[in-house]
């Protein structure tokens, strides 16, 4: 049986290990987990997703605290229009954090960007163009495109010098998405580089509706590359979503998939962005603490451990320090279900908001923990210890069991010490 070694992803000039990290906001892939799948001959993805934030966690910068004070007085408002985001601080931001990691690239891989649509920020077309704009300014190798359709992603950089030069990708769920974004995108002669198919069982938002189940990636994937096949397209093709081992990703690269996508297993590495404890979480849990749901303000289905704290906290909507999902018109559906229960609310109760959740201040917190479907078998990934943890792994074991293990094999580290 072959092992994803005996593949290789050809991306512009490079022949890469066929193994992707994705983007996993905010912050969870780190400039230090990419960096790791770079090294290794890889694609590692970091996120702009609340790059503000993490910039003032990186670097000790003030654009969070900043902002909270310059619009302190719309805080008790309903209507959030007026707060916007300063252009220039964003493409600050974005630079540094991505100045910053690719400075600290080592190897033969690439390191990429997460660019979701969905992040609205109350102005949707300039915040995406300055967050694009800035990241191929700061050096990044590519971009990939998630969280929504991009029609017209392409078009709001279409003059930047690098335009035709950095790897651009999307994400797409089905090939209907797929042909619609390259029918929006014919005029600019500019075909992505690379598509990432994702199917039902990744982590973080799903491109399906709660319908998911029907679905499967294998069949997503095959009726992609036959309508690649027929419009002679050579686009590589990465499968995403479920792929937890190496022969799982074999499967793939064997049926029309140039690499794959993975998330899940490196939420517990060394090196990815959740807190320790949240770590242990992810680890412990069983295939029933596991939900899709819809309290993601963005409209899109998530999956996450169902202790999250961010389901059903009924915390004052952060949009003063944050509103990254504020949707252009200064709203966003947490607010409005926020406002109903701040309507009902008799005195000296506790507000509960069990049907949206105000995803900025709990990503920010590491308090929505998303995951794949199949996360309750990363215990199966490493030891227990005898204090009941799970004992951590590095990046590179967990990409090295991709890369090279056969018959659904997963390569235990070496036991601590104890
Ligand atoms: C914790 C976590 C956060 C994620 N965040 C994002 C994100 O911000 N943007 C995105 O496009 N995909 C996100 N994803 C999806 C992954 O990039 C990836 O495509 C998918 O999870 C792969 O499936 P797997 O987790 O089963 O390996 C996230 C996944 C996880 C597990």
Redesign the pocket.
Known sequence: MKCVDDFRLKLGNKELVPIMI????VN?STAELALEAARLGGVG?I?D?MIEDVADKRFNTSYVKEKTKFYKLNIPKTDKSIVQFDLGRLAEATRMHVASTMEAKRGDGLILV?C?EKLTMNAPRETLRVRMASALDAGIDGITL??GLHLGSFGLIEDHPRFRDAQLGI?VSSVRALQVFLRKNARLNRLPDYV?V?GP?????LGFGMDWAKYDLATIVDEVARFLKAEQLEIPIIA?????TGSDAVGFLEHGAAAV?????F?VADECGLPDDVKQEYYKSSEQDIEVNTVSPTGYPMRMLKSSPAIGAGIRPGCESYGYLLDGKGSCSYIVAYNREVAHQARGQKIVVMDKTCLCTHMSNFNCW?????AYRLKDTTFKLPDGTYQGLSAEHIFRDYQFSRHHQIALPQPLAV
């Open positions: 994705g983007g996993m906001g969870i993805h996120s997703a997460n979701m998630s969280a994400i990432i994702e069982l990744a982590g973080g938002h995403a979503g479920g792929i937890f996508q993975v998330a899940t297993r939420t998303t995951c794949g479907h199949y």
